[in-house]
């Protein structure tokens, strides 16, 4: 299985973006997917997750202003950023808590995009 993320660019404060992580191989199911955010010299951090359900939850510095959605058919997660800010610049990397026959549950890193976002 292979995590394919896209949708990173420059952006100034109060624009917009929209990243995409598309899951692809075969005789998988996908059940949580995710974005994750690591900033320079910081650690990385949960910025939202979403369940094969719908239910999300995210980090306190996005809500309000970011918003996860899944097309499940499709094996995509999107993260669609407003109000960017320049403490939103980093680099994102989806994630998929994936059930993968027959190796079984893992969890599998896209390769990351970065955004950047001026002031």
């Known amino acids: 299985v292979q995590l394919q993320a896209s949708g990173g660019g420059l952006v100034q404060a109060g624009g917009s973006l929209r990243l995409s992580c598309a899951a692809s191989g075969s005789s998988f199911s996908i059940n949580t997917m995710g974005w994750y955010r690591q900033a320079p010299g910081k650690q990385r951090e949960l910025v939202a997750t979403?369940?094969?359900?719908?239910?999300?939850n995210y980090a306190d510095s996005v809500k309000g202003r970011f918003t996860i959605s899944r097309d499940n058919a499709k094996n995509t997660v999107y993260l669609q950023m407003n109000s960017l800010k320049p403490e939103d610049t980093a680099v994102y990397y989806c994630n998929g808590d994936i059930f993968v026959l027959p190796t079984g549950r893992l969890s599998y890193w896209g390769q990351g995009t970065e955004v950047t976002v001026s002031s």
């Open positions: 979403s369940t094969r359900h719908g239910n999300t």
